[in-house]
């Protein structure tokens, strides 16, 4: 989570930002076991106070660094049918690439660290269940999602085939495994 303290110099956007892509890049490159908040701040051309100013450890820059690309590269969609926004917004969530090693580490900090569990939850993964969420309940309010089917279960089931396929690396996880898994969540709520 972001320290916010009220001392010391005001957040730096352009800080920010150098920060934030410098630990993707870190982390695309060498790993989340090798990150470290020393080498990010000497990617960011920060000092290492800077970054420890914000946030109390590298979980927290790449949970602030996944939610910020997660709100811009995932958008949520509105295409007028159940099967056109779950196959954009499903395609999307399957289709970032080199993401694994940060999902996986963040989720492996969630297990170690209950506090990180929490931010994680909270600001990352229920956000993300949210704008899903919100798919299905504007194809209920068209009709196209019986009332007896349960939404939450059918978020689980897509949050649980990414979740499965990252943690366990046996199956690809891309845009045809998102089509695949939106054709049956279709024929799944068809009446």
């Known amino acids: 989570m972001t320290d916010q303290r009220s001392r010391g110099r005001p957040r730096s956007e352009a800080a920010r930002q150098a920060i934030l892509a410098a630990a993707m890049l870190d982390l ?6 090798a990150l470290t ?9 920060v000092g290492k106070q800077t970054v420890y100013r914000w946030w109390s450890s590298k979980a927290d820059v790449v949970l602030e660094a996944l939610i910020d690309r997660a709100e811009t590269s995932i958008t949520l969609p509105d295409e007028g049918t159940l099967a056109a926004d779950l196959d954009a917004f499903i395609g999307a969530t399957f289709r970032e690439r080199g993401l694994r090693s940060v999902l996986t580490g963040l989720m492996a900090q969630a297990l170690l660290d209950p506090e990180f569990a929490k931010a994680f939850r909270d600001r990352f993964l229920f956000s993300r269940r949210a704008a ?3 798919i299905l309940d504007r194809a209920a309010a068209r009709g196209e999602i019986p009332p007896d089917v349960g939404r939450e279960l059918l978020i689980d089931v897509v949050y649980g085939v990414l ?13 045809d495994a998102g089509r695949e898994l939106t054709g049956l969540l279709i024929r799944a709520v068809s009446p």
């Not at 695309?28 to 076991?33: D, K, L, Q, V």
């Not at 908040?37 to 051309?45: K, S, V």
């Open 163 to 175: 979740w499965y396929r990252l943690m366990l690396d046996h199956a690809p996880l891309g845009e």
């Open 28 to 33: 695309a490159e060498h790993g989340y076991a």
């Open 37 to 45: 908040m020393q080498g990010i701040a000497a990617r960011a051309c």
């Open 132 to 134: 899903l969420r919100r």
